[in-house]
Structures are given as structure tokens and as C-alpha cells.
């Protein structure tokens, strides 16, 4: 079973600041690999796919990059309403790394 | 616009039975696997159960956690999923949401979800 090991754990930064957040899988996952943003009360949003494609509607602020084991997501220029947590997720057993919170300092 | 919604939830005690609807409309349903997930209070999201579509069999699976207890359905019809939780267990409380499964650019593996609904609630007490 592949696991997704997230760092940090929670990431504290100011509005206008570049945030970069790391995921790590047990076993090579290809380029397979999504990153989510979830907000207090709400559903995930998918902001990545298949590691660098931005989903619909996402800012150009979000980027993804990586292969096989490691994988970034990386926000521009922080902006208020980007303070949530991010997951990343991969392509077998449907499973989830244990999430980043993204804190405003 | 493409939407889905959930609804069923409750609050029920443990041993009880609960069925979960999650009303997909603005695509085309039937071509989509349909996915359920579950996010405990203050934890992260859990994989609860799948139903490919007929054309790829209509297939289901779930998680170890739910199986033999919860079964899930679909009637592309009526663009609906649903989930039918059996004997539950108050570790079975949380959010539950309903998503539609999209696949790589490739078009090789059907692996992440792109559209969710905003949840139904059940406790389990």
C-alpha cells in the first residue's frame, strides 16, 4: 500500500508570501497525483491533476510539480482566501496524505 | 452547472440503518464512476465505497472499514448514488460526500475527483 507522508504539518506565512508544500509517497506514483484544498465547513476543491495541471477555474497562483515520489505545490503570492488545508492524493487505493494547514502568521 | 448534492443524513443510534443520496445534474451521469468519502470530525478524508459505470460494469468496492455493511447503488436515470449504511457504528459518524471520479490526461487511470457535492452529516450516537 502506497502512503503519502505531507510536510509540513502546518505552514505559517503572511499574505503575499510564496508557500511551497511538499508530498511524499512510500512508492512511485507516476506523475498520478492530485492536491486538494479543503476550508473549515466546506468540501475539497481539486486544484491539481496529474501532478501540474490545474484544474478548472484555478488560479494561476497554484502550481504543482514532480514525479515519481516527491511533489510540490506551490503558491505564488499568498492571498487571504488560500489559508486551509491542502491534501495531496494518489492514483491507487483511493487514499489521501494527512493534510497541511496553511496558517495566516 | 455541474453540481451534486447529498442528502439522508441524521442522527441515528448504533445498530441502525441510514441511506445516503447524492443527486448528480449538469453531466452526463451514467458515463461517470461515482465515489463515496467520509471525513470524521477533525480528521482527514477516508475512502468509503465506488460503483464504476455500466459501461465499465457497474462494478463496487469498499473499504475494509464498511464492507458487508454498506452498499452502494446507482440509478443513472435519475442521475442519483446512493449509499445504504447498515448495523452502524458510532465510528462511522462524519461528513459524508459524494464525488464524481475523473481520469488522467492520458485517460488511463480514473483516479481523481474533480466535482463534490458539500456533504450530509451523520452521527452515530
Known amino acids: 500500500e502506497i502512503v503519502l507522508t505531507q510536510s509540513p504539518a502546518t505552514l505559517s506565512l503572511s499574505p503575499g508570501e510564496r508557500a511551497t508544500l511538499s508530498c511524499r509517497a512510500s512508492q512511485s506514483v507516476g506523475s498520478y497525483l492530485a492536491w486538494y484544498q479543503q476550508k473549515p465547513g466546506q468540501a475539497p476543491r481539486l486544484l491539481i491533476y496529474d501532478a501540474s495541471y490545474r484544474a478548472t477555474g484555478i488560479p494561476a497562483r497554484f502550481s504543482g510539480s514532480g514525479s515519481g515520489t516527491d511533489f510540490t505545490l506551490t503558491i505564488s503570492s499568498l492571498e487571504s482566501e488560500d489559508f486551509a488545508v491542502y491534501y495531496c492524493q494518489q492514483r491507487t487505493n483511493w487514499s489521501f496524505g494527512q493534510g497541511t494547514r496553511l496558517e495566516i502568521k | 452547472e455541474v453540481q451534486l448534492v447529498e442528502s439522508g443524513g441524521g442522527l441515528v443510534q448504533p445498530g441502525r440503518s441510514l441511506r445516503l443520496s447524492c443527486t448528480g445534474s449538469?453531466?452526463?451521469?451514467?458515463?461517470?464512476?461515482m465515489i463515496w468519502f467520509r471525513q470524521a470530525p477533525g480528521k482527514g478524508l477516508e475512502w468509503v465505497s465506488f460503483i464504476r459505470s455500466k459501461a465499465k460494469g457497474g462494478t463496487t468496492e469498499y473499504a475494509a472499514s464498511v464492507k458487508g455493511r454498506f452498499t452502494i447503488s446507482r440509478d443513472d436515470s435519475m442521475g442519483i448514488v446512493y449509499l445504504q449504511m447498515n448495523s452502524l457504528k458510532t465510528e462511522d459518524t462524519g461528513v459524508y460526500y459524494c464525488?464524481?471520479?475523473?481520469?488522467?490526461?492520458?485517460?488511463?487511470?480514473?483516479?481523481?475527483?474533480?466535482?463534490w457535492g458539500k456533504g450530509t452529516t451523520v452521527t452515530v450516537s
Open positions: 449538469g453531466f452526463t451521469f451514467g458515463d461517470n464512476i
Open positions: 464525488s464524481r471520479v475523473s481520469s488522467s490526461v492520458s485517460s488511463i487511470y480514473y483516479y481523481y475527483m474533480d466535482v
